[in-house]
């Protein structure tokens, strides 16, 4: 969780409240505490693309759902001041992969 340590430190830095990150390399679906935001992400095989979410610490208890669609496709809702808001993190495949994969992504 080095880079992660990392990230955090310079999300504060930059006063930025929430971010999502592509090509991580966290295996598993979990969630953790990462230097004053919580992480959540989403991953399958090890060296395959993965997505994550990061919240700071004050919006962290307004997310009311996390929905892990695969290793390429996360999003999380939050409900602030009564309205509902969605943040999608993606991973798009590249324009090299077979036309299948695309497809279906």
Do not use: H
């Amino acid at each position: 969780m080095g880079k992660s340590i990392e990230v955090g430190e310079i999300l504060q830095k930059r006063r930025i409240n929430i971010a999502c990150v592509q090509e991580t390399r966290w295996v598993d679906t979990k969630a953790q505490d990462v230097n004053g935001y919580k992480l959540w992400y989403s991953g399958g095989v090890r060296g395959k693309n993965r997505v994550g979410i990061l919240v700071d610490i004050d919006l962290n208890e307004l997310v009311v759902d996390i929905i892990r669609v695969n290793d390429r496709l996360m999003f999380i809702k939050l409900v602030v001041g009564g309205l509902t808001l969605s943040v999608v993190s993606d991973y798009a495949p590249r324009a090299s992969l077979d036309e299948d994969v695309n497809r279906y992504f």
